[in-house]
């Protein structure tokens, strides 16, 4: 849903946003930064996201968010990738879990500041009969670092209704 609606603003932007204003005016240190780390990026907007300023840009072709400080300090980019692109610890233990079948919706690899990597799995399952998304992150060596879980549960109200 969330890379759905990713595509969806892009095309937006790039349909009614050519020669309009960014959200966010960055900073020319960051700028500068994010230019000499994805020389090759495209389709770059800029916003304020939770205090941070935020670019997303295409980057051979997947969306990706590159994430700074007020200051120009660069946080975490974040890259949407194939199922692959996981190193194999990770695409092992993910199907020990969730078997070879479940359907994905998103893979994303997460680098931070810290020099450490993060993958991001969100896929589809069933949890006590309601569809659900399960999301969850990896170190490069398969470790489970936190996982979560989205019960989409139907709701009965509307059966209610005169």
Known sequence: MRKFLFAAFFAFATLSGVGCSDDYNAPAVTRSD???????????????????????????????????TKSGEWVMTRFEIRYNELPDAVRVAFEQSYGTQTPIDDIERLERNDNTTIYYIQAETVVDGFPSEINLEYSPDGTLLRNTVDVEYFDYWDDYLL
């Open 34 to 68: 994010f230019e000499m780390r994805y020389p090759t990026a495209t389709h770059v907007e800029w916003e304020k996201k939770k205090g941070y300023g935020v670019a997303e840009f295409i980057l051979d072709g997947r969306e990706c968010e590159a994430w700074y």
